[in-house]
């Protein structure tokens, strides 16, 4: 089926307020870094020195605009901002865990849960819920909102009150959030189908493991097999072997794509990068924890592990800038970037927020439940997913 040249322009209702909830203390840790974790020649900030959660400027992100937001999964947003002490600002409970990745459009949360299509507002406010026997996260395009759904098909939808406009035929039961390519936007299933909007045949996978990531052409995903597989339409590019099945997405540099793998039986995980136009091998490094959450790439790719570590690698060698043991809980999330800090959960139900420069960190604040989903950032407040079904969102006095 071919696909429209675009979707019904869509608009946002306005938010209304809710009340924000008391929170419980953050960890009273501040700046803690261990020397002896730095590359040679890096030096930690002065103890006392704080981070905030930025306001990002900006409209809604647009998957087909602006691929670097969203599609290359590099997860990281711009902004300046205050920084002090984290509290817990809202609370929401949703019918089951929150375990599909959240999507942001700087100003407003969408959340899919046990199908249903949430937009949340950066203070809690509930502006939609509609089902839609969604199994994907949702993507934002220049002409509005899509979400997979569970035979398969991709939806695009109206903000506004959740109708469906559009709809693409896809097999299985849609999973990863949709990614743009050239003229269009593809998805996979669970069957291992990639699907595009431009034509009726895909592309079989065998098998998908994580999220798919894209430079607006071409699509990389990881499969249970272990292989990292580059597309362009829904024609197979390149393949590169990996040590074992991958874990979140991977993650697209200027001229390389990153990956993570999990242990197999004795073969540790570890990270890899591959040529992102002949998918060559360059380096890779096997860790002594298995990755966790997904990788994030801003200056050094932040590696989280199994057990509670984040490593900060050098995109170019491989090489360690500095590692940082936040607890003994694994870390569960891909790392969120802003303004020098990265924000990472864990499974013991604790956000952390670490500088940059030498993996010092700045705060932790317990949830009360593992984090399985997010972070996210709009309007100044962190959103997380936990594995009680809670939606929480975080905001730091100023």
């Given at each position: 089926m071919a696909a429209p040249r675009s979707l019904l322009a869509l608009c946002l209702p306005a938010l209304s307020l809710l009340g924000l909830s008391c929170a419980p203390h953050p960890s009273a840790v501040r700046r803690s870094v261990d020397p002896a974790t730095l590359a040679p020649g890096a030096s930690g900030a002065a103890a006392g020195s704080s981070a905030a959660l930025p306001s990002p400027a900006g409209g809604p992100t647009s998957v087909s605009a602006d691929p670097a937001g969203l599609a290359l999964r590099r997860r990281v947003v711009a902004g300046p901002g205050v920084r002090s002490d984290p509290i817990i600002?809202?609370?929401?409970?949703?019918?089951?865990?929150?375990?599909?990745?959240?999507?942001?459009?700087q100003d407003t949360f969408w959340v899919v849960s046990a199908g249903a299509v949430h937009h949340i507002g950066a203070d809690g406010s509930r502006a939609l819920d509609v089902d839609?026997?969604?199994?994907?996260?949702?993507?934002l395009t220049a002409e509005g909102p899509v979400v997979g759904v569970a035979d398969g098909s991709l939806l695009a939808f109206s903000s506004g009150n959740g109708k469906v406009v559009l709809a693409w035929r896809g097999s299985g039961r849609a999973r990863g959030g949709a990614v743009p390519i050239e003229g269009g936007m593809a998805w996979m299933s669970s069957d291992g189908s990639l699907h595009s909007t431009l034509q009726d045949d895909a592309l079989q996978l065998l098998t998908v493991a994580g999220q798919p990531a894209s430079d607006g052409v071409h699509v990389f995903v990881h499969t249970l097999e272990g292989d990292l597989v580059a597309t362009q339409g829904i024609a197979e590019r390149w393949r590169a072997r990996v040590r074992?099945?991958?874990?979140?997405?991977?993650?697209?540099g200027d001229s390389r794509v990153y990956d993570a793998w999990d242990a197999v039986g004795s073969t540790p995980g570890g990270v890899q990068a591959v040529d992102?136009?002949?998918g060559?091998?360059?380096?890779?490094?096997?860790?002594?924890a298995a990755p966790r959450g997904g990788l994030a790439l801003d200056g050094s790719l932040l590696v989280p592990t199994a057990d509670g570590t984040l490593l900060a690698l050098d995109p170019a060698t491989g090489e360690q800038h500095w590692s940082s043991r936040l607890g003994a809980d694994p870390l569960s999330t891909a790392p969120l970037v802003a303004a020098g800090s990265a924000w990472v959960g864990d499974a013991g139900g604790v956000l952390h927020r670490v500088d940059l420069d030498d993996g010092g960190e700045a705060w932790s604040l317990p949830l009360g439940a593992p984090?399985?989903?997010?972070?996210?950032?709009?309007?100044?407040?962190?959103?997380?997913?936990?594995?009680?079904?809670?939606?929480?969102?975080?905001?730091?006095?100023?």
């Open positions: 600002a809202w609370r929401l409970r949703l019918p089951v865990p929150v375990t599909i990745p959240l999507c942001s459009d839609l026997d969604a199994t994907a996260p949702v993507t074992g099945p991958g874990i979140g997405a991977p993650v697209v992102r136009e002949t060559r091998l360059l380096w890779e490094r096997q860790l002594a984090v399985t989903s997010g972070p996210e950032l709009a309007g100044g407040t962190l959103a997380l997913g936990l594995a009680n079904g809670d939606l929480v969102g975080v905001e730091e006095r100023r």
